[in-house]
């Protein structure tokens, strides 16, 4: 099972990013996905997930960021508008199962 993240970036305050993930190695559709971020010196907060029973999301990103996800091409993404510098974390895409990508970096500054 492999996952890579992209899209990660320094943007200003309110800005947006759109974090993506690549999955292979298991049938992507059966599976809870997860984003979750870990900012530096800090523990690891969970952010969203989705099935197609529908989506979740932690109350500190309610309301900004959307999750979705594509069976036909393995992807799973994280739209990420309204920023704050806050949301400045090393962010994850994961399984419920223990499989992790490497992290895409996401820093809000101006």
């Known amino acids: 099972v492999l996952l890579v993240e992209s899209g990660g970036g320094l943007v200003q305050p309110g800005g947006s990013l759109r974090l993506s993930c690549a999955v292979s190695?298991?049938?992507?559709?059966?599976?809870?996905m997860n984003w979750v971020r870990q900012a530096r010196g800090k523990g690891l907060e969970w952010v969203s997930g989705?099935?197609?029973?529908?989506?979740d999301y932690a109350e500190s990103v309610k309301g900004r960021f959307t999750i979705s996800k594509d069976n036909a091409n393995n992807m799973l993404y994280l739209q990420m508008d309204s920023l704050k510098p806050e949301d400045t974390a090393l962010y994850f895409c994961?399984?419920?199962?223990?499989?992790w990508g490497q992290g895409t970096q996401v820093t809000v500054s101006s």
């Open positions: 190695g298991l049938t992507f559709s059966n599976y809870y």
């Open positions: 994961a399984t419920t199962f223990g499989y």
């Open positions: 989705i099935n197609t029973a529908g989506s």
